[in-house]
């Protein structure tokens, strides 16, 4: 079969996955218990039984359980590999053509940069993804040439971050709509990457500068959405056809509500940013899950950049992280509810227009 007929095909494919079931996917993952956790005698509040259907029950308390539904449920047992074994159609259509997006959502310290960071000896789905997109890359050498070039942003306080300037910058970064109507931030490094190799240093050089200028780095960390952005420019060898599309990897800011009592002055504002972009995000997701004629993008920062790869012919993908623990529950069930909206199969009621 030669390429571009087996592409064609694909794209056949993809539409009609499309069209039965929607963009947006929701993965649902839940962090294990710590070892301290289970000698503190702290039992999971997670029923998995129907987790290889997409089910998962909360012991709310008592005997009541309270279940949802997502397109994937891991258990605690689901590693690495496992996760970026469902992601991985979706992050090589980007190869094709098609922008993607994928957010890690959930309150801090439920495994947001576990799933897409990892560490060294546990990469996510950042570092994987970039590994397969050169593998495919290589494998498709005869047909198509690719250029990949990577961009490493910080949200915070409605603010974009350069993760990858060599030097702080005092200049405010702002979105700015080309005329062919993309949507882009002039001056912002775009690294160009050629091999795997290169990859986990350029990734670490912007998980490194996440820390720079605060004091705690892992409540800055917390407080901020860190997007990797993947470009992918593909020139078609038999027509010479060039295509651009991007992939977009976002560890979003702790979904944690705060009580308001104990918030003031810069706090206040951190929370209600955050507050605001994710409930943005939310919005614009089950807009476009409910096509509705105005998609909400310019009610925040995030949901503006990613403006071109939300909606449309793009994928969405959503990993619902949570915390297997019984204090957690009221975040649990937040996490479970805004998932189960974003996913737009339980419509609410007809949405106000903005
Ligand atoms: P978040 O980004 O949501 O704040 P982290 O990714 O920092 O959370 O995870 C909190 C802690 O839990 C980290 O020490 C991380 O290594 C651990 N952790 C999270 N998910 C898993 C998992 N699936 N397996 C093993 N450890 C995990």
Redesign the pocket.
């Given at each position: 079969l030669k390429f571009s007929e087996e592409q064609a095909k694909r794209k056949v494919l993809y539409n009609q996955i499309q069209e039965a079931k929607g963009n947006i996917r929701v993965f649902c993952?839940c962090?294990?218990l710590r070892k301290e956790e289970i000698s503190a005698g702290n039992a999971t509040i997670i029923d998995f039984d129907a987790a290889k259907d997409g089910e998962l029950g909360i012991l709310t308390g008592g005997s009541t359980k309270k279940i949802f539904k997502f397109d994937r449920v891991y258990t605690?047992k689901d590693d690495q590999v496992d996760v970026f074994a469902d992601a991985s159609p979706m992050v090589a259509s980007v190869l094709d053509g098609f922008n993607v997006c994928i957010f890690a959502y959930?309150q801090?310290?439920?495994?947001?940069?576990?799933t897409m960071e990892g560490s060294e000896q546990n990469r996510g789905v950042n570092y994987r993804t970039l590994e397969q997109l050169f593998k495919i890359a290589q494998e498709r050498k005869e047909t198509f040439t690719y250029s990949i070039s990577v961009s490493v942003l910080e949200v915070y306080n409605e603010q974009i971050r350069d993760l990858l300037a060599s030097a702080p910058t005092s200049k405010k970064l702002e979105i700015r709509q080309a005329s062919e109507g993309v949507h882009h931030v002039p001056g912002i490094v775009k690294a160009k990457v050629e091999n795997i190799k290169e990859v986990w240093s350029v990734l670490q050089t912007g998980s490194n500068a996440r820390a720079i200028g605060s004091n705690n780095v892992n409540e800055h960390s917390?407080r901020s959405h860190c997007i990797l952005c993947i470009m992918v420019r593909a020139k078609n060898l038999m027509n010479g056809e060039y295509t651009k599309s991007n992939l977009w990897l976002v560890?979003l800011a702790?979904s944690e509500r705060l009580a308001k009592t104990d918030v003031q002055g810069e706090r206040l504002k951190e929370a209600q940013n955050i507050n605001r972009s994710l409930s943005a995000l939310g919005d614009v997701i089950s807009a476009l899950a409910s096509k509705s004629s105005h998609i909400p993008y310019r009610n925040s920062k995030l949901t503006h950049l990613l403006q071109d790869s939300l909606g449309g012919d793009s994928k969405t993908l959503m990993f619902v992280?949570i915390s297997p623990l019984e204090q957690d529950l009221g975040e649990t069930l937040s996490s479970l509810n805004f998932a189960t909206r974003v996913r737009g199969v339980e419509l609410g009621p007809a949405r106000k227009q903005t």
């Open positions: 993952r962090r294990p605690p959930g801090t310290g439920t495994g947001k940069t576990f917390s560890d702790g992280q």
